[in-house]
T-cell receptor, first 113, second 115 residues
């Protein structure tokens, strides 16, 4: 079945450091890919998405590129802030198939001042 | 729009009691999802509805769990009887299907503790 694998956390960085959170997927067909973020005590919210190969999703300084050849969708940010501390979830949705999202297990990021 | 509204935000109950969690999706959204989040298992999809009709309940753990969506603006997730292993945060999410990408809006969650 479809699945998403994320790098295990937690990840701890200093402010202004570069962030990469790895995400790879297994899916039949051509999925849409997502990053969701969960701030403490809140529900998940969409951070960015990409719907086809080579698309780059971006939002709030975060970026991820849909790489079909490596089945990856790594999340990056050039300079993290304390306010970026949260749990990040990679997810996929198979186009033309099920409407449900399949989530990775999440990666907790802590950014220290 | 006020977003997806869940109640209660916190529930503490004793083993064997019935628990009912409630969700009001975003007006106009045609999909509603119930997820459960635990440290051990992460986010698990329990069930989802399309236009108030259950589409896939394969994630419902066992017969103790049931979900209903009597109309487009309300859904419930019921656990009867509850057990300590049901302790988790339960999220409701809704979406308006857009070809090629299903973007979910989540509620703030209901944290359930079963003693």
């Amino acid at each position: 079945g479809d699945s998403v694998t994320q790098m295990e956390g937690p990840v701890t960085l200093s402010e202004e450091a570069f962030l990469t959170i790895n995400c790879t997927y297994t899916a039949t067909g051509y999925p849409s890919l997502f990053w969701y973020v969960q701030y403490p005590g809140e529900g998940l919210q969409l951070l960015l998405k990409a719907t086809k190969a080579d698309d780059k999703g971006s939002n709030k300084g975060f970026e991820a590129t849909y790489r079909k050849e490596t089945t990856s969708f790594h999340l990056e940010k050039g300079s993290v802030q304390v306010s970026d501390s949260a749990v990040y979830f990679c997810a996929l949705c198979t186009q033309g198939g099920s409407e449900k999202l399949v989530f990775g297990k999440g990666t907790k990021l802590t950014v220290n001042p | 729009d006020a977003g997806v509204i869940q109640s209660p935000r916190h529930e503490v109950t004793e083993m064997g009691q019935e628990v009912t969690l409630r969700c009001k999706p975003i007006s106009g959204h045609d999909y509603l999802f119930w997820y459960r989040q635990t440290m051990m298992r992460g986010l698990e999809l329990l069930i989802y509805f399309n236009n108030n009709v259950p589409i896939d309940d394969s994630g419902m753990p066992e017969d103790r769990f049931s979900a209903k969506m009597p109309n487009a603006s309300f859904s419930t997730l019921k656990i009867q009887p509850s057990e300590p292993r049901d302790s988790a945060v339960y999220f409701c999410a809704s979406s308006l299907w857009n070809s090629g990408a299903n973007v979910l809006t989540f509620g703030a969650g209901s944290r359930l503790t079963v003693l």
